[in-house]
């Protein structure tokens, strides 16, 4: 399973399987339900086993959908619930984001699953074979309730009037699930079934674990890993060495699958990497070039070197003189290209090639001058482990993005690299060694160019079993899969009726292999040597076989847990050491006291004797009281234990007390202490005694303390024991004090001042009640303390709330702390911040809150005001941060949000040049207001030049603004906001002139079908009645500036809807265009039509602003 990666990925032909979450990184997190549209049909299928179902969904205003999340409405299939769901703008990527969703998933029983295999379509209305399918497996759970794909089609496709996917903005959704028998899946055991276990996949980390088991499964790199020096003082998280050395280990002994999180936090990665796909090349070469440096004065020193080190020798040499260059360059892999090559060795001629420099290209040879010359590569020396990586992502310059290259590409299992007398090797190389190579591992790339899964294909022992080791998973595979099927290319689908004459459906196969690694023949027995226990250093072995205990005595312990009863008691003493420390309210913190692991069938009076024996009590002098949940959440000592309860088993008794059905029997321990301070028989208690517990307030030192507790009478009155609290206080018998009875802290704090006169029972007053008390203080002492009375220090300590402060710049690092109260208001929050950094102006500080799932600042600060108190600042849905991130503006937040930004591209006239402008504008200012301060910031051609905005998206000009619409609403997330001169020629249209859309493109007949591909800056150019497209060359040529050589590869082509026909010079273009209303026909345009592989501009204004991949960084 991969999850996607957080930032938005610029995917394109995408098999990403994810579970749906908004940026992995997100975590889960609660959907709001967008209404379902009616418009949905649903036609069974007469097929008993399994049972199937279509489903089609009918999307009305499909543009109009301002929901992040759609919901279809519910169907049934194989007695399940089913739903899609989509996100019509994407789920933070620019594609369409699908899957298919368990609709009830929140109210099934615990431990639920089931498996499906589904297929999920947008049609295209216009022509149905051009509609995208895709289809997977999954089974689905608790945790992952969804699945499908985050990159289905990308949002220019499905947006696009021209494509066929919305009409009448309407799109339409089909779904084909077949529910299968759950497959037992989870109890597949890998170690069983093939001796070997797999390593968990942390969220994106298949790439890694693919890397991994290919380099544990080199035993002499594994060897050298164990004997990479380590302590046993070192730990996993910091040290590479020893994180590795822990999972090889594990890897070889363990028997079910192995965490990486200890290799990955070596690393120095945070979770926020774990869930990004990163490049396994880069990744190999990082971790082998931090390994050889952690390598460097050991014993293993050299050992990356030994395995994966080439040579291979750079040369240019002159054809009509005597002079020849050379330069020696090693290598550690080797990049093979895939485009155009049909298998290995094709790639390796390729390498070699030989290219000439002549002409234009002359190469400067010292004391000669420009020379003809020949360039090439010729191998020095191969390593004994040979990396291939195979450039299956490539840079497409026409379509200004990176590109998967999906074609057929063989490789043997046996490479001869010796091959044609050695063509590939440079005359120095050593010929008496024998570079015959033998497949060791495929890794494979299944899905597009920025998403995906990977897995590995091994043979470990060079037999002819090979096995493919898919995260946790591993199971045996024969050499056709192996092999073949990850050739990738083509496949071809039988016909559907064979009877007739149609053409079988080929579709592109996006599995397939994308690192190779050969072990050469001479060097395979030291390769694949034998690695045992005495390779491992003893301080390892003895660590990991301690955390091997350790968790099979976990494991035991959680077996056996139904046989055992945990007792938890809480005594004075716990009180004392708690309140006021760890605990305000209540009595005590329960997870912090004694515990007893007891068998259920033990007499509760044997477990009387375990307590003496623990606490020296002796068994006569112990009296113990259950605890009760109140109705207002407090937790309180309710009643003593019964002579009869006493009597019983343990697990008779936990049952008895304990309506949550969970292990545990909490019990309160009262033990009175005599005169001599040695425990007495507890007194008899009455219906008439009630046992209270008393807390003392200091409100000078803002300090509460438990004091002790002793029984009342029902009838008394809380006069009648003042001298005994000011005893337990130290205070004077005489001295005024105030009693406060503690009521309750959740959701608030309820603390009501008690009447000294009134009695006990009066005032409601029941066993296992707190009552706090402080000295009287006179009025003017009120105003000295913080805090002057038990309420207001309760309400304080309740709200306290240390908030960690980031600057939003450096969002990994705490700038101060600041204590702060829950209940503070965003005026208070924002001034006690501005008075920690000594500003002045409190309205210019902006605040960020934090997610807690991707431990980043949420994208959106919070507005001005935006948040009533500094709880709903920190809480992200339903977790509750302790981080906020600040940032200091140049002009105060209210201001600013008055304001609206706008990023604009102004294109100059006659320079080739883009400048992007930020513009800053009250929100009700209009198009014309933006102009007219572009004109102040740029360089126009002419003082009296006229300007206009237009809206850009995917190479098409889509919208000009009239200059009084309002910028309020005006978006330039999506868009590319262009401002550019008005030519003079637009401005003096005739009457029979038109102004006509033209555009750049390119054809791709990627998936099976030509689909045009536009790219570069679009433009105007006013056409007149009669001119024949040669004399409107003319005019473009010189538009463009392109130069005669260039210009005359460009075809031109009339585009509507998608379809180009191409134009002779000779055609009439305005008989093309006869449409006045040009501003909305972006799917009518002239096409330059261009088979180079070269933008028309140097610079590039991303279309669409991604971030890009995060490189690969180990930290460590």
């Known amino acids: 399973m991969t999850m996607m990666t957080p930032p938005p990925l610029d995917q394109e032909e995408d098999e990403m399987l994810v579970p749906h979450s908004d940026v992995v990184v997100e975590g889960p997190q609660p959907m709001e339900v967008a209404q379902a549209e009616p418009a949905s049909t649903v036609e069974n299928q007469q097929v008993e086993d399994p049972p199937s179902m279509k489903f089609t969904w009918t999307i009305d205003n499909f543009t109009r959908l301002n ?20 996100f019509p703008k994407g789920n933070n990527v620019d594609h369409l984001s699908m899957y298919l969703d368990v609709a009830d998933s929140s109210t099934l029983p615990y431990g639920w699953s089931r498996y499906a295999q589904f297929s999920l379509a947008v049609v295209n209305q216009v022509h149905s ?55 037992d899946y989870w109890s597949y055991d890998s170690k069983k079934e093939t001796g070997y276990v797999g390593l968990k996949n942390q969220g994106a980390t298949c790439y890694m674990n693919s890397l991994l088991q290919t380099l544990y499964h080199i035993p002499y790199f594994r060897k050298a890993v164990y004997h990479m020096p380590t302590t046993e003082n070192d730990m996993p998280s910091g040290s590479i060495p020893l994180a590795l050395q822990s999972l090889f280990y594990k890897l070889q002994y363990n028997d079910s699958s192995v965490a990486t999180k200890e290799l990955t936090k070596s690393f120095g990665w945070d979770t926020y990497d774990s869930f990004m796909q990163h490049d396994v090349q880069e990744l190999n070469r990082v971790l082998c070039e931090k390994l050889e440096d952690k390598m460097k004065g050991t014993v293993v020193e050299g050992t990356i070197q030994q395995l994966f080190e080439g040579h291979h020798m750079n040369y240019i040499e002159c054809i009509n003189v005597d002079y020849k260059s050379t330069r020696k360059e090693s290598f550690y892999d080797l990049q093979l290209d895939v485009k155009g090559c049909r298998d290995v060795y094709a790639s390796f001629d390729k390498y070699v090639e030989v290219e000439r420099l002549e002409g234009d290209n002359k190469y400067h040879a010292e004391e000669h001058g420009l020379q003809d010359a020949k360039k090439g590569v010729l191998f020095i020396d191969f390593p004994p482990v040979l990396q291939l990586q195979l450039k299956r992502f490539e840079y497409d310059f026409m379509r200004d993005t990176m590109v998967k290259i999906n074609d057929r590409y063989e490789f043997p299992l046996e490479l001869d690299l010796d091959r044609e007398d050695g063509k590939y090797l440079s005359p120095e190389a050593d010929r008496s060694v024998r570079n015959l190579y033998t497949l060791h591992s495929v890794l494979v790339h299944s899905g597009g160019v920025h998403g995906g899964h990977y897995y590995a294909f091994i043979r470990p022992t060079l037999s002819d079993q090979w096995f493919k080791f898919d995260d946790e998973r591993v199971t045996k595979e024969d050499v056709k899969r192996a092999l073949e099927e990850q050739y990738g290319g083509e496949e071809e689908l039988p016909p559907t009726n064979p009877g007739f004459n149609n053409t079988p459906f080929k579709f592109t196969k996006y599995s397939n292999a994308y690192m190779l690694v050969y072990i050469r023949d001479s060097d395979k027995d030291k390769i694949i040597c034998n690695v045992d226990e005495k390779d491992i250093a003893e301080h390892l072995r003895i660590r990991l076989k301690k955390e091997q205990e350790e968790k099979e005595d976990k494991r035991r312990y959680k077996a056996q847990a139904h046989l055992y009863t945990i007792i938890k008691v809480a005594r004075d003493e716990d009180l004392s050491d708690q309140i006021g420390r760890d605990i305000y309210f209540d009595l005590v913190d329960h997870e912090k006291v004694h515990n007893f692991r007891i068998q259920k069938q033990t007499p509760f009076n044997v477990f009387k004797e375990d307590v003496a024996k ?68 507890p007194p008899e208690k009455t219906k008439e005694d009630i046992l209270l517990f008393f807390k003392f307030y200091d409100p000078e030192k803002g300090e509460l303390r438990y004091v002790g507790r002793f029984f009342v ?94 600057s939003l710049e450096r969002p990994k690092e705490d700038d101060f702390c600041l204590e702060l109260s829950k209940v503070h208001s965003y005026d208070d929050v924002v001034e006690r911040v501005a008075r920690r950094i000594g500003l002045d102006d409190p309205s210019k500080i902006r605040l960020t809150s934090h997610n807690c799932y991707s431990q980043q600042p949420k994208p959106q600060p919070i507005k001005y005001r935006g948040a009533e108190h500094l709880s709903d600042m920190l809480v992200h849905y339903n977790q509750t941060s302790d981080i906020l991130y600040y940032e200091v503006l140049d002009i105060p937040l209210p201001e600013l949000q008055g304001l609206k930004n706008l990023k604009v591209a102004f294109h100059h006239a006659t320079k080739d040049e883009v400048v992007i402008h930020n513009i800053r504008l009250p929100k009700q200012s209009t198009v014309g207001d933006v102009i007219n301060v572009l004109k102040t910031k740029v360089e126009l051609s002419h003082p009296n030049a006229e300007l206009r905005l237009l809206e850009v998206f995917y190479h098409k000009i889509y919208k000009i603004f ?38 750049h493109f390119t054809k791709d007949t990627a998936q099976n079908q030509m689909q045009v591909q536009n790219f570069g800056e679009p433009f105007f150019l006013v056409i007149h009645e009669g001119e024949t497209l040669e004399e409107v060359k003319v005019r473009v040529q010189k538009k463009l500036q392109v130069p005669d050589e260039e210009f005359s590869k460009w075809k031109f082509a009339f585009l509507s809807m998608g379809r180009p026909e191409y134009l002779q010079d000779s055609d009439i273009v305005s008989n093309r265009f006869q449409r006045r209303d040009v501003y909305g026909a972006w799917e009518q345009y002239l096409g330059l039509e261009h088979s180079d592989n070269t933008p028309k501009r140097a610079y590039a204004v991303h279309q669409n602003r991604h971030t890009f991949e995060k490189p690969v960084k180990i930290y460590n």
């Open 962 to 999: 009239p200059p009084h619409e309002k910028i309020e609403n005006i978006n330039d997330q999506y868009w590319t906001l262009r401002a550019e001169e008005i030519p003079e020629e637009e401005k003096n249209l005739g009457p029979h002139d038109r102004l006509i859309h033209v555009y």
């Open 713 to 806: 009478k029902s009838s008394g009155k809380p006069i009648e024991i003042l001298e005994k609290l000011n005893q337990m206080a130290g205070f004077a018998p005489d001295e005024e004090i105030e009693l406060y009875e503690e009521i309750k802290f959740d959701p608030c704090v309820m603390c009501e001042h008690l009447d000294k006169r009134t009695s006990f029972r009066l005032s409601q007053i029941e066993d296992g009640d707190i009552i706090c008390f402080q000295k009287s203080a006179p009025l003017e002492s009120e105003e000295e303390c913080r805090y002057p009375d038990v309420p207001s220090f309760l309400e304080y300590v309740h709200n306290r709330q240390v908030v960690r402060f980031r």
């Open 67 to 86: 929901t992040k999340k759609h919901y279809s409405e519910v169907f049934v299939v194989g007695s399940y619930k089913w739903r899609i769901l989509v």
């Open 614 to 681: 623990e606490f020296g009590i002796p068994v006569q002098f112990q009296r113990f009281w259950i605890w009760a949940k109140r109705q207002n959440h407090t937790y309180r000592p309710n009643r003593p234990l019964l002579p009869q309860e006493e009597s019983q088993s343990v697990g008779q008794l936990r049952e008895v007390s304990n309506k949550t059905h969970n292990a545990e029997l909490k019990l309160f321990l009262e033990v009175e202490i005599g005169l001599d301070l040695r425990p007495i028989p």
């Open 129 to 183: 074979k051009y509609s995208i399918r895709k289809d997977t497996q999954h089974q689905f759970n608790a945790r992952e309730s969804d699945w499908g794909f985050t990159s289905f089609m990308p949002l220019s496709d499905l947006y696009d009037p021209a494509r066929g996917y919305l009409v009448n903005d309407a799109c339409v959704i089909e779904a084909e699930v077949a529910v299968r028998k759950v497959l």
